[in-house]
């Protein structure tokens, strides 16, 4: 069968994984990326031999850096099965109406609201709400990170309801624009979207959200409390955990105390940029008092959503089920258990 | 009527300021603090004109800085009515007996547990509590900010049960070998105490909470959660908050946004040290959705206990009533509403 050709339009940061790992998997491949100035990340998206796409205005920044140009994005457009939008938040709509003219599909992510598509994904919880669709949108990270352990949680115990108090960090390890650098800033409308994002994907579940920025770089923490349908014991809940798919537990015991550190576990791992696809949770950190839940978990803001677009490609082109596509996935990235 | 002759045993980040604030009250003044080491800290209170009494062999090392010693830690105990113990964590059993033998007045620090004294304090919530006792504790920094409101809460409207997620700054701004620098640290020990401290003083508030470290030294942010046994209106609450003792609010819409940006109104407001005391609440993070209220409050961790000392000391040694205590030292220190 032919590989499926994958456009990536917007090469930041969530567009150069989503490149990465589309070009390790044997089903798909990346028939191009999309950027607007010749930047370091041009350079190094050309090197890695990824076909560069740029609006016409910028062919000559290009030209001038000496990076080669394949064309225009609405070349790339043209050429591609599949679009994978990781433009800044926002400019989704007018993007929406260039693919649908081509009569392309597309994903879109979790900056859009989910109105554009309509359909929003994450590959635990609804994987086949996307079947064969042409447009659908992959939930942000702190959603993705929520929506892995909630999906199943709701599966095994049934959620009665859950407040998540996320802290937030205050910029990706390469910006330098954005705090506060000695601060907390609490998300002041209430309740978060963050929330209202879960039941994007899970309308029944009922959740509220509070988000504070800290001044960190490396990944969000989420402090989840969860209240069941059924009273269970702490290692049933961490036996639940330790089989989910895409979730790492890891121990403070381990010498794993803060988020640096499941950084650094990711780095030891081999992963490209280092990259930590799981949501990692506290196993000394879950504790059940009652019929009520704690557990922190950790996101990976940069790369937690990165396997989703990978599995909602495949969903949206009805290539195999969930299980089978969130496996094969994982495989490719280096993601075991 | 006499003044009350209070010793101060420990000048770090709270004895420095229990100094500062008792000397200025008109019924209580500092007889001494205690030093180990001739610091910078040795320094300005010697400057201060506070005598300095130090253990007997640290005198040759006091001396030789030419900081003038008033004598041993045993003579300020002798000569003083109360000790603020502000020691550092868990050497209190010690000095208890110390204070126990010399048949003084001593108040500990959250750092002490509640066992230590059997009673434990907050100026809205029990000042009466510890009345005429000979040993009080005035509970941590974040215990304090939750006492203040939820006290009033549930006066108010009955607590049913409440989730606070505390994010814990890192360090003190004068401090330099604690972190994480970039990180987040969950508290993995679960609920962590302070909801169990909270319960010291309200022994009957159903209250769980959970704590994150991260990169910052200037205040914690608390993410509260309170199902109330009474529907109420976000503007009945806010009403109470403008009106309590101790409690500021803040918004973001007036450009307080973040942690720093309010400790940043504490140097406009001229405190000493450019202290916050009060406990501050985001209005536009306000919000009450049926029987449950959510909001954000900010803890100054080297502050907000300081005026909770002072009025402790008066009910201690039964000088007035709890509101005209606070009333008395908020006047003193310019905590206004």
Redesign the interface.
Known sequence: MAKIKVGVNGYGTIGKRVATAVSKQDDMEVIGITKTRPTFEAKTAAAAGLPIYVPAESIPAFEKAGIAVAGTVDDMIAAADVIVDCTPGNVGPEYKEKYQKAGKKAIFQGGEEHGLTGVSFNSTANYKDSWGMQFSRVVSCNTTGLLRTLSLLDKAYKIQNA?V?I?RRAADPGDSKTG?V??????????THHGVDVKSVLPWIDI?T?A??????????Q?V?VKLGKEVSTDEVLDLFAKAPRVRLVS?KDGI?????VMELARELGRDRSDMYEICI?S????V?GD?L?Y?Q?VHQEADVIPENVDCIRSMCKLMEGPESVAKTNKALGIDH
């Open positions: 407040y108090t802290v506060p000695n601060g907390l800033e609490p998300s002041v409308s209430l309740p509220t509070m504070i920025k800290a001044s960190t770089t490396l990944m969000h923490i402090a409390v403070s105390k803060s988020t640096n550190q506290w000394d950190g879950v504790k008092v009520t704690y922190y950790a």
